[in-house]
């Protein structure tokens, strides 16, 4: 079973976190669009373009459900895989992370003339409707809910190892 599920909006953290709190708990990270870009043989931005973005949900969910299964330490999701219905069922019995994070943080850590493919138009308002979107999945499915705002990540880190060991 794994450590801890990370999972949020792009911007969140997710990456950074996720390898610095496994370092902290002596586990490996796995994340899950390293994954699925080993699968594939190319970007998640390539994916989307190439393939679509269906394809790409397809790959996937497939890695999160590879991850779940095999990996014993901490996993970081796509900020999109939560949108799965078979993920959201899968994550049921997992402790889950909710990275929160304000727009304006996202979209400083995101930039604006980013390689992320669903942002690709308007950036802004984009994520901004990605984050309203998803915001109540994330909500629902989190365990551990941390906001990271103004924050470093090793403060970050420190919150979540405090809530795991209750």
């Given at each position: 079973?794994?450590?801890?599920?990370?999972?949020?909006?792009?911007?969140?953290?997710?990456?950074?976190?996720?390898?610095?709190?496994?370092?902290?708990?002596?586990?490996?990270?796995?994340?899950?669009?390293?994954?699925?870009?080993?699968?594939?043989?190319?970007?998640?931005?390539?994916?989307?373009?190439?393939?679509?973005?269906?394809?790409?949900?397809?790959?996937?969910?497939?890695?999160?459900?590879?991850?779940?299964?095999?990996?014993?330490?901490?996993?970081?999701?796509?900020?999109?895989?939560?949108?799965?219905?078979?993920?959201?069922?899968?994550?049921?019995?997992?402790?889950?992370?909710?990275?929160?994070?304000?727009?304006?943080?996202?979209?400083?850590?995101?930039?604006?003339?980013?390689?992320?493919?669903?942002?690709?138009?308007?950036?802004?308002?984009?994520?901004?409707?990605?984050?309203?979107?998803?915001?109540?999945?994330?909500?629902?499915?989190?365990?551990?809910?941390?906001?990271?705002?103004?924050r470093e990540p090793e403060a970050v880190v420190d919150e979540i190892v405090k809530e795991l060991a209750r």
């Amino acid at each position: 079973m794994t450590k801890a599920v990370l999972i949020g909006p792009p911007g969140s953290g997710k990456t950074t976190v996720g390898r610095l709190l496994s370092e902290r708990l002596g586990v490996t990270c796995r994340d899950t669009d390293a994954d699925v870009e080993a699968v594939a043989g190319k970007s998640v931005s390539d994916i989307f373009i190439e393939d679509g973005e269906e394809r790409f949900r397809e790959l996937e969910a497939a890695a999160v459900r590879a991850a779940l299964d095999e990996h014993d330490g901490v996993v970081s999701l796509g900020g999109g895989a939560v949108l799965d219905e078979r993920t959201q069922e899968l994550l049921s019995g997992h402790t889950v992370v909710y990275l929160e994070v304000g727009l304006s943080q996202a979209v400083q850590r995101v930039g604006l003339g980013t390689a992320r493919p669903l942002l690709v138009f308007n950036p802004r308002s984009r994520l901004k409707q990605l984050m309203e979107q998803r915001r109540p999945i994330y909500e629902r499915l989190a365990t551990i809910k941390v906001n990271t705002d103004d924050r470093e990540p090793e403060a970050v880190v420190d919150e979540i190892v405090k809530e795991l060991a209750r």
